[in-house]
Each structure stands twice: as structure tokens, then as C-alpha cells.
């Protein structure tokens, strides 16, 4: 497994502490060490400081009472930060292979459904990010899924991401998960002969659902090769991937979405329309993957 750790983000709201279990399962799940961050905020016009001892730490402290009763739990530490949370806990990505946070912390505004923190997070850091909402949201629309553990990953055919195909698959496979695949494609299609004109598409629907799974299936082979053992049952229909996404994040333990990779015209780091509303309103855990890096 990965030496570097999985890292989990607290403040002391019920939030951070069920993203606590949740990185604390995962870590174990990795034969990996946990590491336990608080950044404590300081004032706008002060200076961020190095990291600072984790002792006298009332956040910390909650922390390690909750987790010393654990008798599985992987080797753990314990570390304070002084700064702005929205800017050093994307910072922390370059020393783990994870990081994990609630979908909400102390501050900010209650209405909202998912903090800054997280959205920084998710958008900035290195490594992989994994959200965890509140427990109860409900979510709408329907796709097929039998009971048991699942992974839910979104599968974007005209420009696939192997990072995140990788990432979910090996996910699966730590859980003893199906891995369901959700490849989704506009319809109908819409062509405009004049302003005002529509003229319907001449491409049978039945075609063009046939190629996105061909095209599915011929992406998803050497993760398949790679784990044999991980069943993977693609999903493909028309609409609104972000709608089919989080309809089916209902009762999985996991939904992976890919973050969009960095252009020439737009250098910023993006999330992209899709991965911003499955955060938002997905009813499981969210992890949101770096793109791979392109090839040289």
C-alpha cells in the first residue's frame, strides 16, 4: 500500500467527526496511517504559522478520546495547524494519498450545502478528495441497483479519465463492492437549421446509446484485466449525467467523479458543472479525483 497517509480534516462539528470514521475505516481498509488534522484559524491581518505541537488542543483532544477505544485502528498522529483552513488543507493533498472532511464545519452559514473548505479542498488539492455529507439527504430520480456494498463512478466517454476509472475500481476492490458505471449521453440531439428551426436528428437514439456503451466497455477492459475480481455493471442513458449520478449515489457506500483538467485558455483549476452538483447534493460519500497527468 501507499506509505503516505489518509488524511482527515476536524474542527469538532459532527460533521468532521463522521469524516473521521469515514477516513479511519478507509485507512485501515489501505494498511495506511492515519493522520488527524485541526487548523485552527487565526485573524485576516495575522501571520499563518509553521505547524504547531498538537498538545492543549481541545479539537484534538475530543479526537484522540474518540478513536483511543479503537483496538483496530491504524497507527494515527495528531497534528495542529494556525492558518486559513481554505488554504491549507488543499495544501495538505501533496502528503497524502487521501483527504477526507465533512461536508460542512463550524463556520460559515448553516443553509449552505457544502462549506468552503470542502469546495477548496475538492477544486485544489493534489491528491484525491473525499466529501462526507450529512446523513438523511434525499435525493431523486431512479437507476437500477441490487442490494450490497457499491461504488459509483461516472464514466464521461468523449474524454474518460483513467485517475478516476483507476481510483474507483481499486475502491471497489477494498470494499467488496459491485462497481456501478454510469455512462450517460445527450438526447435528443438538437440541430438548429435556422433561428427558430429545429430540425430533429436523423441518429437513432438506439445507435447512439450503443456506441456509449461500446465506447464504455472498451475504456472499462484493462481496469477489468487489473481486477478481475471487481463485478462492474455499466449504466447508460440519456440526460443529465450529474441527475443520473446522484440518483444513484442513493444507499452506495462511495461515488467517484473527476475533476477537469487544467487548459491554456482557462489555467484555473476547474471542477467542472457535473462534479460541483454531485458535491452538492449526492446522498453517499463523494470522492473527487485529480485528472491524470497528460502524457508526455
Not at 483532544?61 to 497534528?79: C, F, I, K, N, S
Not at 450503443?210 to 449504466?235: I, M, S
Not at 467523479?257 to 467542472?272: F, I, Q, S, Y
Request: glycine content about 8%; charged content about 20%; overall charge negative.
Amino acid at each position: 500500500m501507499d506509505a503516505l497517509p489518509v488524511i482527515a480534516a476536524v474542527d469538532g462539528s459532527d460533521d468532521s467527526l463522521r469524516a473521521l470514521d469515514w477516513a479511519l475505516d478507509t485507512a485501515r481498509r489501505r494498511g495506511a496511517s492515519l493522520r488527524v488534522v485541526h487548523v485552527r484559524q487565526y485573524a485576516a491581518w495575522a501571520r499563518a504559522d509553521v505547524p504547531v505541537a498538537a498538545a492543549d488542543d481541545p479539537v484534538l483532544d475530543q479526537v484522540r478520546t474518540r478513536l483511543e477505544a479503537r483496538p483496530d485502528r491504524p497507527g494515527t498522529e495528531y497534528v495542529a495547524l494556525d492558518g486559513a483552513s481554505a488554504a491549507l488543507l488543499p495544501e495538505l493533498g501533496a502528503t497524502a494519498q487521501l483527504l477526507v472532511l465533512g461536508s460542512r464545519g463550524r463556520g460559515g452559514f448553516a443553509s449552505l450545502l457544502l462549506g468552503s473548505n470542502g469546495m477548496a479542498a475538492a477544486r485544489d488539492a493534489e491528491c484525491p478528495v473525499v466529501v462526507v455529507p450529512r446523513p438523511g439527504r434525499e435525493v431523486h430520480g431512479e437507476t437500477y441497483a441490487p442490494p450490497g456494498p457499491r461504488v459509483v463512478v461516472g464514466l464521461k466517454v468523449d474524454s474518460p479519465d483513467e485517475a478516476t476509472l483507476a481510483f474507483a475500481f481499486t475502491e471497489a476492490a477494498l470494499r467488496g463492492a459491485r462497481l456501478q458505471v454510469v455512462a450517460a449521453y445527450t438526447w435528443p440531439v438538437q440541430t438548429w437549421a435556422a433561428p427558430g428551426d429545429f430540425v430533429p436528428p436523423v441518429i437513432d437514439q438506439d445507435a447512439v446509446e450503443r456506441e456509449t456503451r461500446t465506447l464504455a466497455e472498451g475504456f472499462l477492459a484493462p481496469h477489468r484485466a487489473r481486477h478481475p475480481g471487481v463485478r462492474t455493471e455499466p449504466y447508460v442513458a440519456p440526460g443529465d449525467a450529474a441527475g443520473h449520478l446522484v440518483a444513484a449515489s442513493k444507499d452506495a457506500d462511495l461515488v467517484v467523479v473527476g475533476r477537469h483538467r487544467r487548459r491554456l485558455l482557462a489555467p484555473a483549476r476547474l471542477l467542472g458543472s457535473v462534479t460541483h452538483a454531485v458535491l452538492l447534493h449526492a446522498a453517499a460519500p463523494v470522492a473527487v479525483v485529480p485528472p491524470a497527468p497528460p502524457q508526455e
